[in-house]
């Protein structure tokens, strides 16, 4: 049975809207990540046509922020949901190689290692939806160089919250992780830690910008 790591870099609560949680769990497989790729397509698949359907939600509460203030319940949970399952695979997979543990086809909060909780408000300020994309563009910068995570990925659909990290300081060490548990089955803390600090980063500015919270991300790591 795999041993849980709690509580390395990613406290349970965040000072945050939004809440990233992760647990290493070890021990990981040495080979598994190769096939990794393979495994979550059919997770790919059903994701996309979420984020096409998240795309739509977006933007009708766009208006309705717009004009009445507030994100309809309903539909802020199903895209915080999709953000979860987005985590999920990511966490999973090439996002942070972090479990082997399969994840789940849920919206929903399960019995997984990965979870994504974003707080409701009932009243947003009404004009920031005209902005929050421009407001972000120091934050897409800052994770170009450390996700390869550029102002594409402010679009809701985006299908992970450029979670995926094809360039930048988190490719590079998951490459290193790749081979160092390939070789040695060990998953080192300090570039766990970075990793969550990346990601965390990554989904805060893609909540912020996708309008489910109205506070601004800190430029920062940590919790």
Known sequence: MAKTAQGKGNPPKSAYPLTLKGELQEPLS?????????????????????WIAAAFVTII???????????????FNFV???????WRVS?????????DKYPPFS????????????????DMIRWTPLVKWLF??????CLAVLSGWGWWHSSP????????PFGGLQWVLLLITAVLLLFTGKYRQDIWKLVMGVNRWSFR????????????????LSE
């Open 30 to 50: 040495r080979w598994l990540w190769l096939l990794k790729w393979l495994l979550i397509i059919p997770h790919a698949i059903v994701l996309g046509f979420l």
């Open 61 to 75: 509460a766009f208006f309705s922020i717009l004009f009445t203030g507030r994100y309809p319940r309903p539909l």
């Open 80 to 86: 915080v949901g999709v953000l979860r399952w987005s």
């Open 91 to 99: 966490f999973y997979s090439y996002g942070a190689l972090a479990t």
């Open 107 to 122: 919206l929903r909060q399960a019995d997984y290692p990965a979870d994504l909780e974003v707080e409701y408000k009932e």
């Open 136 to 141: 972000a563009v120091p934050h897409y910068a």
């Open 157 to 164: 659909g985006a299908a992970t919250g450029g979670s995926f």
């Open 205 to 220: 500015v893609a909540a912020y910008v996708g309008l489910l919270t109205d506070e601004y991300p800190p430029f920062s």
